[in-house]
């Protein structure tokens, strides 16, 4: 079952959504911690012993709904989420995990975390294309968007102690603002996405960490 490189796609897909994460402070919102809850990753049985041994505190169950339908998996894996890879990497006394679907679907979210609170985004792209709209009244469109969520909530199996080598545990729920997309018939279609991502992340040592695992440069 060909699972893992989604995983890694992910991960250096959502790089760039960090930069513009968290802009509207006034919308954080406190995080509950829940130690008794039970956050079990499904996505652990699709991967192969010598491999999960290997990302088993880096993944995540990412469910998708989009206008209200789930988005469904490859054919090949059994469940209703996508087996997603999760990094967290600390930024001062911030925490910013990211984790999405690369290019199988073009979608992915960054959380911040910071002071007993957090917020997130969405972030869409489809291959670079100028496909995206905040808005109809827009006379150009984007080759990516960033959307904010209308509600989101986010558990957490501990409070974090913001120390690099700790393993995050947690759910994140968000229904985000609706945007446009044109699609093959140059229609502009309502995209509005909800996603619920139950995950395990273990927080790298800041900037330079996430630039060697993603081998990018955000110059």
Not at 128 to 147: E, P, T
Not at 151 to 172: C, D, F, H, T
Not at 190 to 214: A, H, N, P, Q
């Amino acid at each position: 079952m060909r699972v893992f490189p989604v995983a890694v796609v992910s991960v250096i897909f959502l790089f760039s959504g960090f930069r513009t994460l968290g802009q509207s402070d006034e919308s954080w919102k406190k995080f509950r911690v829940l130690p008794s809850h039970v956050y079990y990753l499904n996505s652990r049985k699709l991967f192969h012993n010598k491999r999960k041994s290997g990302i088993e505190n880096n993944i995540a169950d990412f469910y998708l709904y989009r206008n209200g339908e789930p988005v469904k998996p490859p054919k090949n894996i059994r469940f209703d989420f996508f087996p997603a890879g999760c990094l967290c990497f600390k930024y001062d006394d911030t925490l910013l995990l990211n984790s999405g679907l690369g290019s199988s679907v073009g979608v992915g979210v960054g959380i911040k975390i910071y002071g007993g609170k957090f917020t997130g985004s969405l972030h869409a792209n489809n291959q670079n294309k100028l496909v995206y709209k905040q808005s109809l009244d827009d006379s150009v469109y984007q080759n990516n968007i960033l959307a904010e969520p209308v509600s989101q909530s986010l558990k957490l199996y501990r409070n974090p102690s913001y120390a690099a080598g700790e393993v995050i545990i947690g759910e994140y729920w968000a229904t985000y603002k609706k945007f446009y997309q044109k699609n093959a018939h140059n229609k502009n279609e309502i995209r509005r996405y909800e996603v619920r991502i139950i995950f395990k992340c273990r927080v790298t040592g800041g900037v330079d960490s996430m630039k060697t695992l993603t081998g990018m440069n955000t110059k």
